[in-house]
Each structure stands twice: as structure tokens, then as C-alpha cells.
């Protein structure tokens, strides 16, 4: 009997580990992975061409079953990136950032007497999370941090970034969405709920991805892999519920507690 696989929806989910790589690894998904940067940098840079490079070398082995794509621009001024896709909150994110972001700026000091400068390229860390960073604030979707100073009310150091997306908070709709983030934004949260391009899109953005994101053309050993980084994902996201419904649970008992 053939498998049923209408819950698979009509376009990979760009949020699970094998949609990354589909659509923004370095097979095919280089003009992807482009146009995405260029829309969250917009006003900032112009990114023209990417090199990506062994994770391996920012310290990222394989079996940490994370899509962390090392990667060296060409562009007006010549910088790194890394980005990640988080599905799961966990203690110490934010010290998780700044741990890649400094390995990664280890390797980047120049060898020998160039290196008694210490110059170094900009480094921006990007973090896609499928959840919510803070709960204090629930409608931030778009964290852009930098190395400030308080005492000036100034940026301190400006060749070191960190730009982080939380899915969960981004709530536009059609009417609301203006920039080339919000764009992808929404097809990074809708991706596997669409049944076609849908209009607001610029088609020679947003073109590539539909074409190699239906499912129905994934061969048989790349179906597997989907499924298999679908199920993941919705693992991760029953873990997510449950942690928020516990937590919810223990607020309320500590609160009949207090007012006994």
C-alpha cells in the first residue's frame, strides 16, 4: 500500500534541518542564502557572493545535528557570517552566540607579522529560532545586536553583529508585510503551509524556492531524510508546548500556595 504523505504539505518546511540545506546549502541554495542576506542586511550591505566553508573549522562537528553554515562573503567590504537554526530554547543561548562567534574570529587573526594588528573582518552571527527568545517580550521578532556603549549611548565595535529572528513573534499578514525581512519572514514561519507562490512575493527573490521546495520532487532517499528531520521538528515543538504548559502549571500552584 502506498504511504499517504498529504501531511507532508506541498513545500518542504524551511524550518526543519533538511529544508535548510535544501534550499540554502551549497547545492543550489547558494542564490537563496544571497537574496536572504541581502534582505537583512537591506540598507546595511550588499552581499554579491558567498564561499562556504567546513563548519569543522568553527569547531561545529556533525554530530551536533545542527545546520550551521560558515560562510565568507564577497562584498563591499569583505566579511563572515555564521548562521544557525534553532528549533529549541536551552540555557545559555546567548553564550552559545558568543562561543561560535569567537571561535570563529580565532581563525580569522592573520598568521604571522600581518597579525600583529589584530584588524579583523566584520563577523555577524544569524540565528533563525523557532521560538520565542524572551518572554518579556512576546512581539519582537527582530533582535539587531551590537557592542554598545552605555556611558556614550554609542555603538563601541562595529564588525561584530548578531541579527536573530524569532519566528513565533512574527505575526504580520499580507496587508502588513513591506520589506524584503518581512518577506522572508513569513515564508520561513508559512513555507510548508502554502500551496503556491503567494503574490506579495517578488517572484525573482522568492522564485528558486518554490521551484526546488515541492515535495513531490524530492527522490526517495531525500523523502526519507525529510520525514525523518519533519518528525524532529515536530518533536521539538511537542517538547516546547509541554515545557510552557508545565511551566504554566507551576506558576498557578504557587500562586494557590501564596493565597492559602
Request: aromatic share 14%; hydrophobic share 35%.
Amino acid at each position: 500500500m502506498k504511504k499517504n504523505r498529504n501531511f507532508l504539505g506541498k513545500y518542504v518546511d524551511m524550518c526543519t534541518d533538511f529544508g535548510m540545506k535544501l534550499y540554502f546549502g551549497p547545492d543550489g541554495g547558494k542564490p537563496n542564502l544571497i537574496n536572504f542576506l541581502n534582505g537583512l542586511f537591506e540598507g546595511e550591505k550588499v552581499i554579491l557572493d558567498l564561499e562556504y566553508r567546513p563548519t569543522e573549522r568553527n569547531g561545529v562537528q556533525d554530530n551536533d545535528r545542527k545546520v550551521i553554515f560558515d560562510l565568507y562573503c564577497t562584498s563591499d567590504d569583505d566579511s563572515h557570517f555564521i548562521i544557525e537554526m534553532q528549533q529549541l530554547s536551552q540555557d545559555f543561548i546567548r553564550d552559545r552566540m558568543v562561543y561560535y562567534s569567537s571561535r570563529l574570529i580565532h581563525t580569522l587573526v592573520p598568521r604571522g607579522y600581518k597579525g600583529n594588528t589584530y584588524e579583523l573582518p566584520e563577523v555577524y552571527f544569524i540565528g533563525i529560532l523557532d521560538f520565542a527568545l524572551d518572554r518579556e517580550a512576546s512581539n519582537q521578532y527582530y533582535y539587531d545586536v551590537v557592542l554598545y556603549d552605555r556611558e556614550r549611548k554609542a555603538q563601541f565595535y562595529d564588525k561584530l553583529g548578531y541579527k536573530l529572528l524569532s519566528l513565533s513573534n512574527f505575526g504580520k499578514e499580507e496587508a502588513d508585510i513591506k520589506t524584503f525581512m518581512d518577506m522572508w519572514l513569513y515564508v520561513f514561519k508559512h513555507m510548508s503551509e502554502l500551496r503556491e507562490i503567494p503574490k506579495f512575493l517578488d517572484k525573482r527573490v522568492f522564485g528558486l524556492i518554490f521551484d526546488i521546495g515541492e515535495v513531490s520532487n524530492l527522490k526517495a532517499e531525500d523523502m526519507k531524510a525529510y520525514e525523518s528531520s519533519l518528525k524532529n521538528k515536530r518533536d521539538a515543538e511537542s517538547i516546547r508546548i509541554t515545557a510552557v504548559r508545565q511551566g504554566l502549571e507551576e506558576g498557578l500552584q504557587k500562586g494557590l500556595q501564596k493565597g492559602l
